[in-house]
């Protein structure tokens, strides 16, 4: 199967599939938020801004990667973008391999005319740093007008559609490449990071890990798995976690791992 046709069975079975997991959540129902009255603020006063990959968005929110590169992605992403940039908020496009394979498909990637002011991250599988160097990944970011570049992981998925399924030595290779002239982030696609996979990461100079818990039609939101600002490490470990949870400090890798940022995405994936 090209990589247009498998573009476009994604959409086809987000449109017609029923892709929602049955049993797994985002975890939220077991939350109530405790009302105050005597509030003592003013609704103004309160901040959402958040600083993230060189920009500051309006709130902790990010629209993740959907699409590219097939009929319907210009206008997906279009309409994506110009959200993102009415609430100042950031835009992950989908993966950017169809786009260096054929040049053709710029104009379902380029949204930057609506989205000037918008956090904008370009996105590319880590197995493909197996076909594409260097020059590749900036000449990706470069066209699209990024801000900063995803790196996925998804041997589940690609497993199950017989795609790329070699992963060996992948982080060897990210390691060489590291680092780039923009900010860079490693992200699953659904199905969650394990405790193991986000303490193979330590000492990359990574920007964020996104660690994809599942669950929830609802956009991206921002989650430590440690209490601490300065952990990376996911409070979970299985796959397809529920996103959302209290989470105390890991204790033993607290003070190993890296202080990126993480982002913690919702997306639909039939379980």
Request: with cysteine; net charge positive; hydrophobic share 40%.
């Amino acid at each position: 199967m090209s990589t247009l046709e498998r573009k476009r069975k994604h959409l086809q079975a987000c449109l017609e599939g029923d892709v929602a997991y049955r049993r797994t959540t985002t975890g939220l129902e077991r939350f109530r938020l405790r009302y105050q009255a005597l509030a003592g603020l003013a609704l103004s006063e309160v901040d959402l801004t958040t600083p993230f990959l060189g920009k500051v968005l309006q709130a902790p929110f990010l629209i993740g990667a959907m699409t590219g590169g097939e009929e319907n992605g210009e206008r997906i992403n279009l309409a994506l973008a110009e959200a993102a940039e009415a609430l100042g908020v950031g835009m992950m496009l989908g993966s950017g391999r169809i786009l260096l394979e054929r040049p053709e498909a710029l104009p379902s990637f380029r949204v930057r005319r609506v989205a000037p002011k918008a956090l904008l991250i370009a996105n590319l599988g880590l197995a493909q740093l197996r076909r594409y160097g260097r020059d590749d990944l900036i000449r990706l970011v470069e066209l699209v007008e990024a801000d900063a570049l995803a790196l996925h992981v998804n041997p589940l998925q690609e497993a199950a559609q017989k795609g790329d399924t070699d992963f060996r030595g992948l982080l060897e290779r990210l390691a060489a490449l590291l680092p780039l002239p923009f900010p860079v982030l490693l992200k699953e696609v659904g199905h969650g990071l394990s405790r193991e996979a986000a303490l193979a990461l330590r000492g990359l100079p990574l920007a964020a890990v996104d660690v994809a818990g599942a669950g929830g039609r609802a956009g991206p939101a921002w989650r430590s798995g440690c209490a601490s600002a300065r952990c990376a490490t996911p409070s979970f470990a299985r796959s397809a976690s529920p996103r959302p949870r209290p989470s105390r400090r890991c204790g033993r890798y607290c003070r190993k791992s890296p202080s990126s940022p993480r982002a913690a995405s919702t997306q639909e994936r039939t379980p």
